[in-house]
């Protein structure tokens, strides 16, 4: 393999990272707050066909990312209303956000799918881009790409850093000692579910206006939930976040580079890869109970109200 | 403001009532969406609901489209009961149809349906169950989330299920389309009623329906997988085997989920296909909560949920929005009711903004 081809299987392989990044950083700040929101995948893909139907209508891209996000935090409200407001099973209402995300898609996106769109272009500095190498590798991404790494910086800062991010682990760890100290858990686990959302919403925009501009329905296959298997296999940590996604990344990039190898496998096989990856590391992180036990955030998935602590 | 006060005891009245006060606030919004659409609410409501099942045929889509969904769904309270998360169902639905479908097309030489049916059901449970034994091995060897071991399974049978069709079973003298042969006459299970295409599957549910009725009601295992899920901490003192109860709640959903699809393939279809089924192993998760994990409740929820799959696809035709609607309804009935099921632990009451700042 030449140095051109690896060069493009590394910068493929960050591309296709990005949606992961921010769909798994967004839910590692939810988690962070003790709230699990399931519904990953329904939030990627409806900011997915939100900001695909923002970016055929106006043509203008930033606007179909900020739709992407808005709508992404649409539906995050949704299931905060429901878990944080009405205290239901956190699993239900995830599995009912999802359902209910993958039917919207496709009911709005009826009339898009055979839609074409310019999408999100690959930015051009000037002398970098051109480099050998490097220029490739680190200065000719769309900015998507660019912001996916400024929010895995800022999300470190906020969580490790700042008080706000304190106060965020504090309630996820135990919100009856954060309300004792007077703050409000459900304001702040309700900002976290919004970022969350949010964050799921331009993964779901970087799919459909600049990995691939185009909306089909159920686009999104399934990295919602890889995203979920990335906060557990990353033990709830950013760095691990990042370095679990450019591995899924690669294991997704791998697939297309198999076959141009003239290895005779059926592409389906190829294409299970990335689940079955998702299985393995699955397996590996919680074979150690204790791993999840040390780092999972305390009060993962239970509902909390004042009333009833 | 409106303020959520704890009830002193929950309230048992609010258990049966929240899933009507879901169904109807559903079709509040829906009525509202249609007509935000431009769609006049009632004939929106009348080709939706009343349309699809006000004739012999039309209720017989209906039993057709219920019975996968209560079937599975009653699969999946058995480990719903003790909080574990199958939500793998399709994805076990797809290896069902998959083992029957191989047993048909394997034995296709057979002419005895009473012999090769029952082969056929026997194959698809275990193609189901065995789907099902991944999630539940991992998580009692490894302690691995079942949730997603179980819902990264249903993309890897739909690409299984693909290989198949494009590959291996692709029917030779099918002009190149994806799909198996054709089963034989004997392995394509009976029509039960006259003028409708509902099929001797039924039978399976019906029976699913009859033994998880006496499992839940005196089994000690169901007990104790009922404890469990309420009060995990109280089933850990009592030393309840939780690892046999993670085996039990999956295989139970794997095995329904299966005959689910054998019942598909071996009925309306009739050759390995995709798709297999419109979504009926993750509906039918909707239809086990709605149906409160409850035999009964599911029966009922089951043929709610078939109609809005029904409703959804007649909306398509007389009113030419997208079938997908189907999803955005079974969504919002889902979210509704997990919403007023807060009424059971809590009663509404006004307060003042006086009284608020006081507290």
Known sequence: MDMNTLVLILAATVAAAVPLIFAALGELVVEKSGVLNLGVEGMMVVGAIFAFMAAAETGQLWLAILVGAVAGAGMAAIFGFITLSLMANQVATGLALT????????????????????????????VLSSLPVVGKLLFSYNILVYLAIIAFVGIWWFLYKSRSGLILRAVGESPSSAHALGYRVIRIRYLAVLFGGAMAGIGGA??????????????????????????????????????????????????FHVQGLGVEIPSQFLSMLPY????????????????IRLNAPASLGQPWHNELH | MLRLELRP???????????????????????????ILGQPPLKAFH???VEPINDWYGFGELLIKSSPLALIALGLAVGFRANIWNIGAEGQLI???????????????????????????????????????????????????????????????NLILSWLIHGPWRDPDGYGFPQSKLFESSAILPIMMEGTRVHAGL??????????????????????????????????????????????????????????????????????LIPISPGYGFAAIIVAFVGRLHPVGIVLASLLMALLYLGGESAQMQLALPAAVSGVFQGMLLFFLLATDVLIQFKLRWVSKASVGAA
């Open chain 1, 206 to 255: 970087y799919l459909s206006i600049a990995y691939t501009p185009l909306w089909a329905e159920g686009m999104t296959a399934g990295r919602g939930w890889i995203a979920l298997a990335l906060v557990v296999f990353a033990t709830w940590r950013p760095g691990r976040v990042l370095i679990g996604a450019l591995l899924f990344g690669g294991v997704t990039i791998a697939q």
């Open chain 2, 9 to 35: 005891a929950p309230s048992r009245l609010m258990i049966y009532l929240s899933p009507l006060l879901a169904m109807a606030l559903m079709l509040v919004v829906g009525m509202i969406v249609f007509t």
């Open chain 1, 99 to 126: 359902i209910f995300g993958i039917g919207l898609s496709a009911f709005i996106g009826q009339g898009y799918t055979s839609v074409a769109l310019d999408g999100l272009k690959e930015i051009s500095i000037p």
């Open chain 2, 95 to 157: 290896m069902g149809a998959i083992a029957a479908g191989g047993v048909a097309l394997w034995l296709h030489e057979t002419t005895n349906a009473w012999i090769l049916l029952p082969l056929m059901f026997i194959a698809g449970a275990l193609g189901g169950m065995f789907w099902a034994s991944i999630p539940a091995f991992l998580r009692t060897r490894f302690n691995t989330s079942e949730i997603l071991v179980s819902l990264m399974l249903v993309y890897v049978a």
């Open chain 1, 276 to 291: 079955l990856a998702t299985i393995i590391v699955l397996v590996l992180i919680s074979r150690d109970a204790g791993v």
């Open chain 2, 203 to 272: 039978f399976i549910t019906v029976l699913a329906l009859i033994a998880a009725g006496i499992f839940f009601r005196w089994s000690l295992t169901a007990f104790q997988m009922r404890v469990a899920g309420l009060a995990p901490k109280a089933a850990l003192y009592a030393g309840f085997k939780q690892k046999k109860m993670v085996w039990l709640g999956l295989l139970a959903g794997g095995a329904a989920a299966g005959l689910a699809g054998t019942s598909e393939v071996a009925g309306p279809i009739g050759q390995l």
């Open chain 2, 47 to 49: 080709a939706f609901f």
